[in-house]
């Protein structure tokens, strides 16, 4: 009988806490009449540890950027877009600063040097007024060889004692100082010529002009030859030249030159468009002997043109045959070498 007084007291107990806990929970509800919580998506959503951390040194800021529409952006995004980098315009600062440094350099050594040798600034005048021609050059500053392979009336030096500008064969070295580094002509106040020279021949780029400064003619050199000539040599180390084919923008226009082994002219003559014009000249090897002249067309258009032998020496420079008075007999040129 006790126990069951006691089990039925324990259900009455349990009962009553169950009723009074139904009871607190209606009383916490909250009343009607105030405003409902509102929790913002941001908040809902945030990140917990380490995510919360970084994000916390990234907010979202309500800055936007032209064109984004007034998107918001990250302040990382931002400063990302708007910040240069520092480090980089740094390194091309100094990069920019070496190359001014170089080019300023180059610019100081090309008053006193070309191609790395020495030179002095000289210039002649010849005549008066508006008419005067005035050659500004520069030459070495002491007597160089000049290129025994490049045609003595192709070379230019100064003459010491006569005060001018001279071609052809240097008879005295001690008097002559050859043209090295730029060349202007100029006709009253007009530039009509431009170019360099190297160690007494035509190098680089020559330029020739009218009395407006239009241009009327233009050539490359190097070092005495046309730049795209085909050059053969005798041996590999390329110092004993065999032939010089002229080449220039492609065609084969010039002056052609054949030499012996021991470098004495061979033969000599010209090419207009691919073919050969005018009076050629062969040599015997020595004493600089003409051993045969042989007349092409005088131009390239000439067709029909069957080439003649004008003049014959033998090696004794005896004149063999002789056929100058020929119509067709171009004009003699300068041929030393």
């Not at 021949?201 to 020559?206: A, I, T």
């Not at 590999?236 to 084919?245: C, I, L």
């Not at 050629?280 to 069957?306: A, L, N």
């Amino acid at each position: 009988m006790q126990r069951i007084v006691l089990i039925c007291s324990l259900i009455s107990c349990c009962l009553i806490e169950g009723g009074y806990a139904q009871s607190v929970q209606k009383d916490s509800t909250t009343p009607a009449w105030l405003p409902k919580e509102t929790v913002k998506k941001d908040s809902a959503s945030k990140p917990t540890g380490l995510n919360s951390f970084i994000s916390g040194l990234d907010p979202v800021v309500g800055a936007s950027l032209p064109g984004d529409k007034g998107k918001s952006t990250n302040l990382s995004t931002l400063f990302g877009e708007t910040i240069p980098d520092l480090g980089l315009r740094v390194k091309e600062y100094k990069s920019q600063k070496k190359d001014r440094k170089a080019k300023k350099e180059r610019a100081k050594l090309a008053k006193v040097q070309y191609k790395g040798i020495p030179m002095q600034s000289l210039s002649i005048k010849y005549g008066s007024g508006e008419r005067a021609t005035v050659e500004s050059f520069h030459v070495l500053k002491e007597y160089k060889p000049i290129n025994q392979y490049v045609r003595a009336t192709e070379t230019r030096w100064y003459n010491k004692k006569g005060k001018k500008l001279s071609s052809g064969a240097v008879q005295k070295n001690d008097e002559a100082l050859p043209l090295h580094g730029s060349y202007k002509k100029y006709s009253g106040e007009n530039l009509i010529e431009e170019g360099y020279y190297y160690m007494g021949v035509k190098d680089g780029r020559w330029v020739k002009y009218d009395a407006k400064y239009n241009l009327i003619d233009k050539t490359v050199w190097d070092r005495g030859f046309p730049a795209e000539a085909r050059i053969t040599y005798y041996d590999s180390a390329h110092t004993q030249v065999k032939e010089v084919m002229p080449v220039m923008f492609g065609e084969v226009e010039g002056e052609f030159l054949q030499f012996y082994k021991e470098g004495q002219l061979m033969a000599s003559g010209k090419y207009d468009d691919g073919k050969k014009i005018g009076r050629w000249i062969e040599y015997y090897q020595f004493r600089r002997q003409r051993k045969k002249e042989i007349q092409y067309p005088k131009t390239s258009w000439e067709e029909e043109f069957e080439p003649f032998v004008l003049r014959e020496w033998d090696d004794k420079g005896k004149l063999l045959y002789d056929y100058t008075k020929d119509p067709r007999a171009s004009a003699e040129e300068e041929t030393e070498n």
